[in-house]
């Protein structure tokens, strides 16, 4: 089946440590894309990616870093420096028009 | 940067029912517009999209509308049914290079039996 995965499901962090989300895709897109989600709040940019290494940052790239060294893989990893990773992460790909994106099932960060 | 307001962000319907929920954005250069369902402990599922050169599209129950000259779109659900409960974002961009989508708060829309 082609799509767009992410793991873990559930991700607890203690304070002061990094974690790694991970997203895959074989839906052969160039773009890749991380966003949050809180209630209320909508889904916020934190980074994308239109081709293999090379990404920008979105609204809110403070405490995140990412890379994209394979076309598929497009991992996010919450720093210590995120002081409020309590979310629901979302990854998505598509065409580098950013239309018709696909999004994987999400992973929710919680601080221990 | 883009802005886009979506309302309301909760709304309750009888099976049956229309359902109208509806967007503004700031960005007069915006011309692409997609409307997302999202369902509980899901990602977001595209279900209709519109560009600026389009003023109407429907697929089966779903439509959206735009008016540029307002800068505000909607989404028209028929016939709801409870299955249409979700979470509906609506969304904008330029569509070019390097322009990335700008979402709504998003509207709960629950369809009881």
């Known amino acids: 089946d082609g799509g767009i995965t992410q793991s873990p499901k559930y991700l607890f962090r203690k304070e002061g440590q990094n974690v790694t989300l991970s997203c895959e895709q074989n839906?052969?897109?160039?773009?890749m894309y991380w966003y949050r989600q809180d209630p209320g709040q909508g889904l916020r940019l934190i980074y994308y990616?239109?081709?293999?290494?090379?990404?920008q940052k979105g609204d809110i790239a403070e405490g995140y870093s990412v890379s994209r060294e394979k076309k598929e893989s497009f991992p996010l990893t919450v720093t210590s420096a995120q002081k409020n990773p309590t979310a629901f992460y979302l990854c998505?790909?598509?065409?580098?028009?950013?239309?018709?994106?696909?999004f994987g099932s999400g992973t929710q960060l919680s601080v221990l | 940067g883009e802005n886009v307001e979506q309302h309301p962000s909760t709304l309750s319907v009888q099976e049956g029912d229309s359902a109208v929920i509806k967007c503004t954005y700031s960005d007069s250069a915006s011309n692409y517009f997609p409307w997302y369902k999202q369902e509980l402990g899901k990602g977001p599922q595209l279900i209709i999209d519109i560009r600026s050169n389009v003023g109407e599209k429907k697929d089966q129950r779903i439509a959206v509308t735009l008016n540029k000259t307002a800068k505000h779109f909607s989404l028209h659900i028929t016939e709801t049914q409870p299955e249409d409960s979700a979470v509906y974002f609506c969304?904008?961009?330029?569509?070019?290079?390097?322009?990335?989508?700008?979402f709504g708060k998003g509207t709960m829309l629950l369809v009881s039996p």
């Open positions: 839906l052969n897109h160039d773009a």
């Open positions: 969304a904008a961009s330029k569509n070019s290079g390097y322009s990335t989508l700008t």
């Open positions: 998505a790909s598509g065409g580098t028009t950013n239309e018709k994106l696909f």
């Open positions: 990616s239109q081709i293999v290494n090379d990404f």
